[in-house]
T-cell receptor, first 114, second 113 residues
Framework: DAGVTQSPTHLIKTRGQQVTLRCSPK?????VSWYQQALGQGPQFIFQ???????QRGNFPDRFSGHQFPNYSSELNVNALLLGDSALYLC?????????????FGAGSRLTVL | GEDVEQSLFLSVREGDSSVINCTYT??????LYWYKQEPGAGLQLLTY?????DMKQDQRLTVLLNKKDKHLSLRIADTQTGDSAIYFC?????????????FGRGTQLTVWP
């Protein structure tokens, strides 16, 4: 049973560029949450998707946007990249109907902005 | 917003017990979690406790919850070198949906042989 898969694992961008990160949730999960983890910090909640809609959003600017597809997979898009966007981006999946209090995290996508 | 505090570093000798402490702010938190992160990896759920419990034990792991002091601890018995990692405490904040967790900065546990 595959867990949460994320791609790409590493990528390097320059300031001002745009990036798309992808996530496939664990089998049976329908809710996807995205977190940003800066170096030396704990993960910070970006937003959550359920039924293809953004359900809740953390304190992140509109440059951060997302999407959820009918198969529950999700994308995180970041526009106009800043140096401060360099971080590990973690995707987590869950299911309200299956112990929704438990999040399963992927290994993350490490973004470096030069 | 919610504020979860942890000490940043803990060093123990192999075979000893480790105790990692955490304080949180939201007294209405329903679930509290411990996650483990190894270098270059994502987060692995170790255990969680529901707020109506005082203690939960799972093999070498014991979680203690003191709701009055908003204090959570994770005890690892017979700590091994493979337990070296960063440990995060997290809570679901007030009014948050499931899936929105507030994390501490993490405690770097180093286990010496």
């Amino acid at each position: 049973d595959a867990g949460v898969t994320q791609s790409p694992t590493h990528l390097i961008k320059t300031r001002g560029q745009q990036v798309t990160l992808r996530c496939s949730p664990k089998s049976g999960h329908d809710t996807v949450s995205w977190y940003q983890q800066a170096l030396g910090q704990g993960p910070q909640f970006i937003f959550q998707y359920y039924e293809e809609e953004e359900r809740q959003r953390g304190n992140f600017p509109d440059r951060f946007s997302g999407h959820q597809f009918p198969n529950y997979s999700s994308e995180l898009n970041v526009n106009a990249l800043l140096l401060g966007d360099s971080a590990l981006y973690l995707c987590a999946s869950s299911s309200p109907g299956q112990g929704g209090n438990v999040l399963t995290f992927g290994a993350g996508s490490r973004l470096t902005v030069l | 917003g919610e504020d979860v505090e942890q000490s940043l570093f803990l060093s123990v000798r192999e075979g000893d017990s480790s105790v990692i402490n955490c304080t949180y702010t939201d007294s209405s938190s329903t679930y509290l979690y411990w996650y483990k992160q190894e270098p270059g990896a994502g987060l692995q759920l170790l255990t969680y406790i529901f707020s109506n419990m005082d203690m939960k034990q799972d093999q070498r792991l014991t979680v203690l919850l003191n709701k009055k002091d908003k204090h959570l601890s994770l005890r690892i018995a017979d700590t091994q070198t493979g337990d070296s990692a960063i440990y995060f405490c997290a809570e679901i904040g007030k009014g948050s949906t499931l899936g929105r967790l507030y994390f501490g900065r993490g405690t770097q546990l180093t286990v010496w042989p």
